[in-house]
């Protein structure tokens, strides 16, 4: 009795879905999508939306939200044609714009606007009003809204919208990403530096274990070059542990060395100065192949250079014992 009640369901279920209305030609085309007849699958949808046509109801409209969003998926995922897909997500979100699949759909929309034809705006507006339907990855909608800014190069925009998702998502793991690019963007704008080096102390002591605490070293490090060069270096050599392109840190810190050792005050005895022959080119043959390290480069100035007269008149200078007849006497070599 069991067995003849459920295969009585099943025969009702069977007539209840015709193979030529809406549900019947859903099913026809995912069908055709499994087996990659892409043309065969448009023409299911397309059949759709015309039996559809002429009705309202709430129904019809889950049907043509669903049909819609399938033949725009197809058009950007198998047929990667973005212009047609663009088209069908719009038609989607003008004719049902509260139905389940229209949230997604905007979001492929919006990724297509940013991704393929470089509609910075129009991507942020796609997202925008999909975070109001407050979906559950909205702490990732808000930190690519924030992203689009920076890429737009609006600063002041990028730098309050990554400050919502660090106070309205704080338990999310966009947080770290959002306070990171915070801090870019109030070093983009003039007089905000001290800003940014807040943010980004805060955002140390928040994620001491971030993947983006060596970037943050640097960054940190590049604020305080000019004026705290040793604090600079120090900051660097932590990000040397742990980051991805140790290179490219060696050679800030290496720059950064070169400059004081070059304003430096050389004095005798300085140890900072006594073994670098090879990095100032005052010294003769450097610390190099054949190069005493001892006798300068320059020559001392004349007494015509000395007041401050050009290299002519120096020249005219020397030549002067000559005319005399006489033999100019070198400057004697320092030992």
């Known amino acids: ?14 007539a209840g879905c015709k193979k030529d209305d809406p549900p019947g030609r859903l099913e026809k085309a995912r069908a055709a999508l499994y087996e990659q007849k892409y043309d065969v699958a448009l023409a299911e949808y397309k059949a759709v939306l015309d039996l559809l046509a002429r009705d309202n109801s709430t129904e019809a409209n889950l049907y043509r939200a669903r049909a819609l969003r399938g033949a725009a998926d197809l058009y950007a995922f198998e ?37 393929d034809f470089r509609d910075l705006r129009g991507a942020i507006a796609e997202y925008t009003a999909a975070l109001a339907r407050n ?3 909205s702490a990732e909608l808000s930190f690519t809204v924030a992203r689009l800014y920076f890429e737009l ?3 002041s925009q990028c730098e309050l919208e990554a400050g919502k998702v660090a106070q309205k998502y704080e338990t999310s793991q966009f947080v770290d990403d959002a306070l990171y690019l915070r801090g870019q963007a109030l070093v983009m704008m003039e007089g905000r530096k001290p800003e940014a080096q807040r943010v980004w102390n ?10 983006l605490r060596p970037h943050v070293l640097v960054e940190l490090g590049r604020l305080k070059a000019e004026t705290e060069p040793e ?9 040397l542990k742990t980051h991805p392109t140790p290179l490219a840190v060696q050679q800030q810190i290496a720059l950064v060395r ?31 192949e054949g190069g005493t ?3 300068p480069r320059v020559p001392p100035k004349t007494s015509a250079e000395a007041v401050g007269g050009t290299a002519e008149e120096a020249q005219r200078e020397a030549s002067m014992p000559a005319e005399r007849g006489e033999t100019a006497t070198p400057p004697a070599t320092p030992e």
């Open 258 to 288: 070169g400059r004081l050792r070059a304003t430096t005050p050389r004095v005798v005895g300085d140890a900072t100065a006594a073994f670098d022959w090879d990095k100032y080119p005052v010294y003769e043959g450097g610390g190099g």
């Open 1 to 14: 009795m069991i067995r003849a009640s459920l295969l009585g369901l099943f025969l009702i279920s069977l």
């Open 79 to 115: 047929l990667r044609d973005p212009r047609r897909a663009v088209e069908v997500y719009r038609e989607l979100i003008t004719l049902c714009p509260e139905a389940p699949e229209t949230l997604e759909g905007r979001l492929h929309l919006a990724e297509i606007l940013w991704h």
């Open 202 to 211: 805060e955002q140390l002591e928040r994620f001491p274990d971030s993947q």
């Open 153 to 155: 190069q609006d600063y």
């Open 135 to 137: 979906p559950p990855q």
């Open 293 to 295: 390290g001892r006798v």
């Open 231 to 239: 604090k600079a270096i120090e900051l660097w050599i932590l990000a």
